[in-house]
């Protein structure tokens, strides 16, 4: 086991950058979760350390020992692949031993630690057969416990659950939770799925275009989000970001967008810091949204709107809406009764869940949150 | 179905019926052609020789074929590369053959592969300045392959004489010039190597006007236990001296370096390497057949199922071999059944490479059959008879791989 440190790691492919200058450390036994959209270069993160891409400029450690030269054989590091990767010439035992046959490892340990990770993941009665006679749910096990049979220093998982369906995914995600803090083995795990990343990581890191966002617990993401593409891409349904011009008014601020007027605490807009001159993005999300009513104090924004579409999910309903020309998105209890498409609704806001942003740089202008 | 019962079938029971009859076709003669397949030496050759085609032509090309296509798979210009090996395919057999001949040329003046054998052993055993010289007297005893040494020991004082003969104007050094004898001193062999030769006569064992000195040869001493005790060169004049002697009786001799024949060529088309050689030509040809199926079937293995081996600490000869060969089986199989069923039938490439002379030392069964048939014996009994014994080599194999296809379907 061992900590994992990105020192300004640089990808080059001739002409594109697919990772540029990311400094990450991730300390021995932590989950990290690399999250981003496709393309952002989170699995050539991944690749990178596994070794297989080169690194094109900076520097990668594994524990102490910089590796950016060492063959992926000599890494010590488990990768789990989204195609699962197993052999399919070979039995499940095979696949298991495979890495420890590489590597020496005498017959009878081979036996005893292959045996032990079927048992840990409860497929003792499939270790003879082949990767084709195997459902998915099974494959993804047997990938599991390829990684998990040679000890490694970290465990490397790129997007190892988008291959299963939506039940056998949260069960799995949840398996592989329990497993690594069982293991307590280093592990960095790639997703594009905000929900993974969240329910998974101790951390996440969300990459952009190779740029590395912002690092954190998954409740400072959520609530303290640097900048739009972070406040965006964590949460679900995503935040609702507004282009709002900024006025002043006899120690009376106020936000004014296309659609509604946010009134803000006194001396609000002061703490904010921007150039002033570009304006500010203001975001909220969905589910901080409530039907108005009659008896809302101050410290709450209201915000008419008209019912465009509504999604029913059971316990909550997804309703699109729009506020003049600006089109929002409210998650809203169903406790209040169901909302009806076309009608006229006023949305109640609490002023402590509005996030500022400079809209020229988009970063967080100010959390208005705690 | 007319075609296959017109071409195929008719065809097939009339030479197994035909190959009962003698060669007039008029005598029923039981097993007689099968008794001659089976007991003259040159189908006996044939045989022998198919057998080594096929022992060794479809591991050979197949394993080739392997190996570029894998170190071809991450080169820059690897299509260039394949395309190049894949040429040979492009052109008939029998071209191919006839390019081949041409090559192996025995002479390396003619033939491409002696030449650069030649340039290679000329360079690291360079060929002696006086491959043709002979010694213009019996002063001198030895052979080129020994050298020449003179008869009579010499002692320090005294002149050694080294008349050679034999030797083509061109291959005098043009800084030689007239031959002079030395004085003779005390305490020193010295002596003169020289063009014994004078048109239009002179006498041998002399020096004499017109004789050219010998520049440049290896001149060796030896004492009488046949050590060597020093060399020295001879000048353009053809004199040479070895100073400073201790008394006693030396041989002064001329080493066999300087009587080296040039490398003359291997015989590639005569009978002992007749059949490597067609191998190689014919293995060049399919090379490149097996490379691009090769490299389709190389080009399928998901890259990750590689990665995953790499990470899961195996080396490139361990992935290589423990992931890639047996992913690789199936193409593999297909290249090497269907070069053994190519090399069974192999015939053109060997009537184009091998020599009349060499043909029957070349000889396949295919080949022996059309030999038999029209090779001017016209014996259609005899070469029905050979073409049932290779239909029922192939039999086999063809049954392998229409069970393989059905399987696979």
Same mark, same amino acid.
């Given at each position: 086991m061992a900590s994992v440190t990105y020192d300004d790691v640089t990808k080059e492919f001739d002409e594109t950058v697919a990772v540029d200058g990311l400094d990450l450390e991730i300390a021995d036994g932590e989950f990290l979760v690399?999250?981003?959209?496709?393309?952002?270069?989170?699995?050539?993160?991944?690749?990178?350390?596994?070794?297989?891409?080169?690194?094109?400029?900076?520097?990668?450690?594994?524990?102490?020992?910089?590796?950016?030269?060492?063959?992926?054989?000599?890494r010590d590091v488990a990768m789990v692949f989204q195609s699962y990767a197993l052999y399919p010439h070979m039995t499940v035992y095979d696949n298991l031993a495979f890495g420890l046959r590489n590597k020496k490892v005498p017959k009878g340990e081979i036996d005893q630690r292959v045996r032990n990770a079927a048992q840990i993941l409860d497929m003792e009665s499939l270790i003879k057969r082949k990767p084709k006679q195997l459902s998915g749910g099974q494959r993804q096990r047997v990938a599991l416990g390829r990684a998990i049979v040679r000890e490694p220093a970290a465990f490397l998982m790129d997007e190892p659950l988008s291959n299963l369906d939506a039940a056998l995914r949260v069960q799995t995600r949840a398996e592989i939770l329990k497993l690594q803090q069982r293991l307590g083995t280093t592990t960095i795990y790639v997703t594009h799925d905000q929900i993974e990343a969240m329910t998974m990581g101790d951390r996440i890191a969300v990459l952009r275009g190779g740029v590395l966002q912002q690092v954190g617990k998954p409740e400072e993401l959520y609530t303290r989000p640097r900048n739009v593409f972070v406040a965006r891409f964590i949460g679900s349904p995503a935040m609702n970001v507004v282009e709002v011009e900024s006025t002043?008014?006899?120690?009376?601020?106020?936000?004014?967008?296309?659609?509604?007027?946010?009134?803000?605490?006194?001396?609000?807009?002061?703490?904010?810091?921007?150039?002033?001159?570009?304006?500010?993005?203001?975001?909220?999300?969905?589910?901080?949204?409530?039907?108005?009513?009659?008896?809302?104090?101050?410290?709450?924004?209201?915000?008419?709107?008209?019912?465009?579409?509504?999604?029913?999910?059971?316990?909550?309903?997804?309703?699109?809406?729009?506020?003049?020309?600006?089109?929002?998105?409210?998650?809203?209890?169903?406790?209040?009764?169901?909302?009806?498409?076309?009608?006229?609704?006023?949305?109640?806001?609490?002023?402590?869940?509005?996030?500022?942003?400079?809209?020229?740089?988009?970063?967080?202008?100010?959390s208005a949150g705690p | 179905m007319i075609s296959v019962g017109i071409w195929i079938v008719y065809p097939a029971i009339r030479t197994f019926a035909r190959s009962?009859?003698?060669?007039?076709?008029?005598?029923?003669?039981?097993?007689?052609?099968?008794?001659?397949?089976?007991?003259?030496?040159?189908?006996?050759?044939?045989?022998?020789?198919?057998?080594?085609?096929?022992?060794?032509?479809?591991?050979?090309?197949?394993?080739?074929g392997l190996v570029l296509a894998v170190l071809t798979e991450r080169v820059r210009f690897a299509v260039a590369f394949r395309i190049a090996i894949f040429m040979p395919m492009a052109i008939s057999l029998f071209a191919a053959g006839v390019i081949w001949r041409i090559e192996y040329d025995q002479a390396p003046e003619r033939g491409a592969i002696n030449a650069v054998i030649a340039g290679v052993h000329d360079a690291?055993?360079?060929?002696?300045?006086?491959?043709?010289?002979?010694?213009?007297?019996t002063a001198l005893a030895g052979s080129p392959r020994q050298g020449f040494v003179l008869r009579t020991p010499t002692e320090p004082g005294e002149l050694a004489l080294l008349g050679l003969t034999g030797i083509l104007p061109q291959d005098v050094a043009r800084s030689a010039k007239q031959a002079t004898l030395p004085q003779p001193q005390p305490g020193a062999i010295a002596g003169v190597a020289w063009r014994d030769f004078r048109p239009g006569? /002179? =006498?041998?064992?002399?020096?004499?006007?017109?004789?050219?000195?010998? !520049?440049? *040869?290896?001149?060796?001493?030896?004492?009488?236990?046949?050590?060597?005790? /020093? =060399?020295?060169?001879?000048?353009?004049?053809?004199?040479?001296?070895? !100073?400073? *002697?201790?008394?006693?009786e030396y041989e002064v001799a001329i080493g066999a370096a300087s009587f080296r024949q040039p490398f003359g060529g291997l015989s590639w088309l005569g009978p002992k390497l007749i059949t490597p050689a067609v191998i190689a030509a014919y293995t060049w040809i399919w090379a490149g057949f097996a490379l691009v199926i090769i490299a389709a079937g190389l080009a399928a293995i998901p890259r990750d199922l590689l990665d995953a081996a790499r990470t899961d600490g195996a080396t490139e000869w361990q992935v290589f071999r423990r992931i890639t060969v047996p992913l690789l089986a199936p193409v593999l199989t297909v290249v090497f059944?269907?070069?053994?069923?190519?090399?069974?039938?192999v015939f053109d490439i060997i009537l184009a490479v091998a020599p009349d002379?060499?043909?029957?030392?070349?000889?396949?069964?295919?080949?022996?059959?059309?030999?038999?048939?029209?090779?001017?014996?016209?014996?259609?009994g005899l070469g029905s008879a050979i073409a049932v014994v290779l239909f029922l080599m192939v039999v086999p194999i063809l049954a392998l791989n229409v069970r393989r296809f059905r399987r696979e379907l």
């Open positions: 690399l999250v981003g959209p496709s393309g952002c270069g989170k699995s050539t993160a991944l690749r990178m350390l596994a070794g297989l891409e080169d690194v094109s400029r900076g520097q990668l450690l594994i524990g102490d020992r910089p590796v950016n030269h060492v063959p992926p054989a000599e002043s008014d006899n120690g009376r601020d106020m936000l004014t967008s296309k659609g509604f007027e946010i009134d803000l605490p006194e001396g609000m807009l002061a703490k904010v810091s921007t150039d002033g001159a570009d304006g500010l993005t203001v975001g909220f999300r969905p589910e901080h949204l409530e039907l108005s009513g009659a008896d809302d104090g101050s410290g709450r924004a209201r915000i008419p709107a008209v019912v465009d579409v509504v999604e029913y999910l059971g316990d909550e309903q997804l309703v699109h809406l729009h506020a003049g020309e600006v089109p929002l998105m409210a998650k809203l209890s169903v406790d209040a009764g169901r909302v009806e498409i076309g009608k006229h609704v006023t949305l109640a806001l609490p002023l402590g869940k509005l996030h500022l942003f400079d809209r020229k740089t988009e970063l967080s202008a100010t | 009962f009859f003698d060669r007039s076709g008029t005598d029923f003669v039981w097993f007689d052609n099968y008794r001659t397949v089976f007991t003259s030496s040159t189908l006996l050759t044939a045989i022998k020789n198919n057998a080594i085609w096929v022992g060794v032509v479809p591991a050979l090309v197949t394993s080739i690291i055993v360079p060929p002696g300045a006086l491959p043709s010289a002979l010694p213009s007297t006569g /002179g =006498t041998s064992g002399v020096v004499e006007r017109e004789e050219l000195g010998l !520049p440049g *040869l290896t001149v060796e001493l030896r004492d009488r236990a046949g050590r060597k005790v /020093g =060399t020295t060169s001879t000048g353009a004049n053809g004199t040479f001296r070895f !100073p400073k *002697l201790e008394s006693g059944v269907t070069m053994l069923i190519n090399v069974l039938k002379s060499v043909q029957a030392d070349a000889n396949v069964i295919a080949l022996a059959m059309w030999r038999a048939s029209f090779g001017g014996v016209n014996d259609f």
